[in-house]
C-alpha cells in the first residue's frame, strides 16, 4: 500500500512565523505535490516537484517555498506565516504517466 | 471560468435511493478523467477513472461526454456509508500529471 504520511494533523502559528511542513512518501514515486484546500475553492496547487532537486509553480505559490532534497520527501514552507495561510495542507504523490495521486491525509493549518 | 465545474450540493438522498450529478471540464484536449471521494476532514482517494464507452463498479457509474465536455456519476441503492464529497478531476495534456481538481459535490445519504 503506497504510504504518504505527512508531518502534523494541527498546526496553529503565529502571523510572521516561519512555518515547516513535511511531506515523506514511501513509493519512491518522482512526482510530489503541495496543495491547499479551501471551502469553495477546492484544491489549488501550490507548487510541483517531479524529481530531486526539480520544482515548478503551481497556481498559487506566493508567500511559498519548497525543498526536495530526497525523493522522498517534499517540504512546504511558509516564510512568514499570514493569516490568510489558515488552510487544509494536503500533499500527494505519483508515478509519471499514471495518473492517480496519493495523498497525505492533510495538515490543518492555522494562524493566529 | 473554472477549469473543472461541479454543482457543490449538497444532494440529500434517501437511503437506497440513486443520485446523480455531473461535472463540466472546460479544456477539450483533456484526455483522463477520474472520481475522487473525500470524507469528512479525510484526504481525497480515487474512487474510479472514467472511460470513454462508460464503466460500472459496483454500484457505481461513471459516465463521460466528450462533446459536451461533461462527466457524470451515477449511486445506485445509496448506502449512508456513500456520504461524502465526490471530487471531478481531469488530467489535461501535457500536464506533467497535474491534475485538475473541481471543487465537489457534497452527497448526504438519509436514513
Known amino acids: 500500500d503506497v504510504k504518504v504520511t505527512q508531518s502534523s494533523r494541527y498546526l496553529v502559528k503565529r502571523t510572521g512565523e516561519k512555518v515547516f511542513l513535511e511531506c515523506v512518501q514511501d513509493?519512491?514515486?518522482?512526482?510530489m505535490f503541495w496543495y491547499r484546500q479551501d471551502p469553495g475553492l477546492g484544491l489549488r496547487l501550490i507548487y510541483f516537484s517531479y524529481d530531486v532537486k526539480m520544482k515548478e509553480k503551481g497556481d498559487i505559490p506566493e508567500g511559498y517555498s519548497v525543498s526536495r532534497e530526497k525523493k522522498e520527501r517534499f517540504s512546504l514552507i511558509l516564510e512568514s506565516a499570514s493569516t490568510n495561510q489558515t488552510s487544509m495542507y494536503l500533499c500527494a504523490s505519483s508515478i509519471p504517466d499514471r495518473n492517480t495521486q496519493y495523498f497525505g491525509p492533510g495538515t490543518r493549518l492555522t494562524v493566529l | 471560468r473554472k477549469e473543472v465545474e461541479q454543482d457543490p450540493g449538497p444532494f440529500n438522498v434517501p437511503e437506497g435511493a440513486t443520485v446523480a450529478f455531473n461535472c463540466t471540464y472546460s479544456?477539450?484536449?483533456?484526455?483522463?478523467f477520474f472520481w475522487y471521494r473525500q470524507d469528512c476532514r479525510k484526504e481525497p482517494k480515487l474512487l474510479m477513472s472514467?472511460?470513454?464507452s462508460g464503466n460500472e463498479d459496483g454500484r457505481f457509474t461513471a459516465q463521460l461526454n466528450r462533446a459536451s465536455q461533461y462527466i457524470s456519476l451515477l449511486i445506485r441503492d445509496s448506502k449512508l456509508s456513500d456520504s461524502a464529497t465526490y471530487l471531478c478531476?481531469?488530467?489535461?495534456?501535457?500536464?506533467?500529471?497535474?491534475?485538475?481538481f473541481g471543487a465537489g459535490t457534497q452527497v448526504v445519504v438519509t436514513p
Open positions: 478531476v481531469v488530467n489535461p495534456p501535457d500536464s506533467w500529471g497535474k491534475l485538475q
Open positions: 472514467v472511460y470513454s
Open positions: 513509493m519512491d514515486h518522482e512526482n
Open positions: 479544456n477539450s484536449a483533456s484526455q483522463s
